[in-house]
C-alpha cells in the first residue's frame, strides 16, 4: 500500500535512502571511476579516503566541468551543459589517468539518518543538488537520497490519497 500525506511528512533519510551505495575511492582514476558509474547505472556517488570517511562527490556535472575546461566534447554541451545527455559528455577512455580526488566536488552535503523529508528537501533545494550522503555518526556513508527518492515517495503518498475512498 502507498504512503499517505501524513506518513510522508513523517519519513526520514533512513526511510528513503538506497543503502546499496557505490563509492569511490580518492585515489581511483577518473577514467576508472566513469567506468564504474555507468557500470552502475548511477550518475554520481560518494568519495571515500582510505578510512572510508566521505570527502566528496565525483557526479556527471564533474564531467561536464571537465569537458568545459578542456574543451573536449560537442559544441553544444559546452556551450549548454544543462542539454546534454549522458553519451554526449565524454568518452571516459578520453578522461585524464588524474586521480578522483583532483576532479571531485569537496564538501559533499551529508544529513543523519534522522534528517526529516523536510529537512531533506530544503538542502536540497537551497545548494541546488540531486542526491544528500546519508551518514553514519562516524563520518561514513552508508545511505544514498536522490531526487527520484523523494519524488517517488511524494508520488505514492499521493497514489494513496487518490485511492482512498472518501
Not at 526520514?12 to 564504474?36: F, G, N, Q, Y
Not at 580526488?101 to 559533499?108: A, V
Not at 543523519?112 to 563520518?139: C, F, P, Q, Y
Amino acid at each position: 500500500m502507498g504512503r499517505t500525506t501524513e506518513d510522508l511528512f513523517g519519513l526520514t533519510a533512513a526511510d528513503l535512502m538506497s543503502a546499496s551505495l557505490i563509492l569511490i575511492p580518492e585515489e581511483m582514476s577518473l577514467k576508472e571511476a566513469a567506468h564504474r558509474l555507468a557500470q552502475a547505472g548511477v550518475t554520481g556517488a560518494p568519495v571515500v579516503n582510505r578510512e572510508g570517511r566521505c570527502i566528496g562527490v565525483l557526479s556527471a556535472t564533474d564531467f561536464v566541468h571537465w569537458m568545459d575546461r578542456n574543451r573536449d566534447g560537442p559544441a553544444a554541451c559546452a556551450a549548454s551543459p544543462a542539454f546534454c545527455v549522458s553519451s554526449q559528455l565524454v568518452d571516459p577512455d578520453k578522461l585524464p589517468d588524474a586521480t578522483v580526488r583532483d576532479y571531485m566536488t569537496h564538501g559533499p552535503i551529508t544529513v543523519a539518518a534522522t534528517a526529516s523529508l523536510g529537512e531533506l528537501a530544503r538542502k536540497m533545494t537551497d545548494v541546488h543538488i540531486h542526491r544528500l550522503i546519508v551518514m553514519d555518526k562516524n563520518g561514513k556513508p552508508i545511505g544514498l537520497v536522490s531526487t527520484t527518492d523523494i519524488m517517488t515517495a511524494v508520488a505514492q503518498a499521493h497514489q494513496a490519497r487518490t485511492t482512498q475512498p472518501r
